[in-house]
């Protein structure tokens, strides 16, 4: 299984980027997958999400509305565009796959529940740097 990360660069505050994460090994309409970031200093923070089931979105605060999710399962690879770009959204991107969107969503969604360990997400791909300047 591989989840490759892609599309990261710097951008001034205000721009766009669109990331890509091509998956091998697995079947998206069997693994839920999600976009994860981290800053330096900061634990790794979950931004996105895309149900296998039925391809349902979910977002966390800081990306609603700047950030949108998709997926191509013709080419096994979810896609997130992010617009309004801002310098607090510099991180190192990474995708991942879990079979359980529960311990996915708890990264994403407050009310979920309790964060979930990172380790019971099932694969995690290498990150993409995101640098936005001001």
């Known amino acids: 299984v591989q989840l490759q990360a892609s599309g990261g660069g710097s951008v001034q505050t205000g721009g766009s980027l669109r990331l890509s994460c091509a998956v091998s090994?697995?079947?998206?309409?069997?693994?839920?997958i999600a976009w994860f970031r981290q800053a330096p200093g900061k634990e790794r923070e979950g931004i996105s999400c895309?149900?296998?089931?039925?391809?349902?979105?979910y977002y966390a605060k800081s990306a609603k509305g700047r950030f949108t999710i998709s997926r191509d399962s013709a080419k096994n690879t979810v896609y997130l565009q992010m617009n309004d770009l801002k310098p607090e959204d510099t991180a190192v991107y990474y995708c991942?796959?879990?079979?359980?969107?529960?311990?996915?969503?708890?990264?994403?969604?407050?009310?979920?529940?309790?964060?979930?360990?990172?380790?019971?997400?099932?694969?995690w791909g290498r990150g993409t740097q995101v640098t936005v300047s001001s």
């Open positions: 991942a796959a879990g079979k359980i969107i529960y311990y996915l969503l708890t990264h994403i969604l407050p009310d979920v529940g309790k964060k979930s360990d990172l380790g019971d997400v099932d694969y």
């Open positions: 090994g697995l079947n998206l309409d069997d693994y839920n």
């Open positions: 895309i149900a296998s089931s039925d391809g349902a979105k």
